[in-house]
DNA sequence: CGATTTTGACCGGCGC
DNA sequence: GCGCCGGTCAAAATCG
């Protein structure tokens, strides 16, 4: 993959971009979803395989878009929204008391996929039955404890496997980057609220 | 020099 | 109670 966090042509490098590579989905495949905390889907029909784990729901679930020769990826947006439309009850917390998880199992070669947010990494550690370490990340912004996982899967490491834990309490800062730059690629960006944000689960 | 990552230590939950 | 394991902390190292 061509994309490069330091490329100056990237007025935001932590969002994914592909300004050199003519076919990026070559390189990404947003696969399937993994797992999210139960009963989320259940007993609907009006979104009938949104939740189901196959390569032919993949369509659902990417959300590239390619606007004079700029290939913007965003994170699974639409899905994850209908998503956490669904938690808005909140009834379902883990022990930790941070509320929805969701993973995503995606093709990549790179990890630390970019969703919106901002994060640091506060931990990495190996785990038993897998070869790959996984590395945690936090969200940076101040009173937001949303938390992400990332490792590889054990049995195909050109999956990656990413688990958020909680819900945002700010928009996406890739939101705004977005909404500013009508010029280069008016409709490049999906602009949309992060389905993680606290507007989107309520 | 501030921000970020690395990495070993530490802690709590859980099963035996 | 003990040991294993996953998750977090925090000091040191590295980066830009």
Redesign the pocket.
Known sequence: MSFSP?DHSNPNPNSIFFPENPDPMADFELSDYLMLDAGVFEDDTSEKGMGVANESATPKHSNMQKNNGVFCFSFSLLSCLKICRRCKSGEKKN??GLGHRIAFRMKSEIEAMDDGY????????S???SPNP???YKC?SGGCNV?K?IERDRDDKSYVITTYEGVHNHESPYTSYCNQMPLMAPNACISQPSPFSSSFST
């Open positions: 330091t022990k930790l901002k994060w640091r990494k506060y931990g990495k550690k785990v038993k039955n996984r590395n945690y940076v938390k996982r």
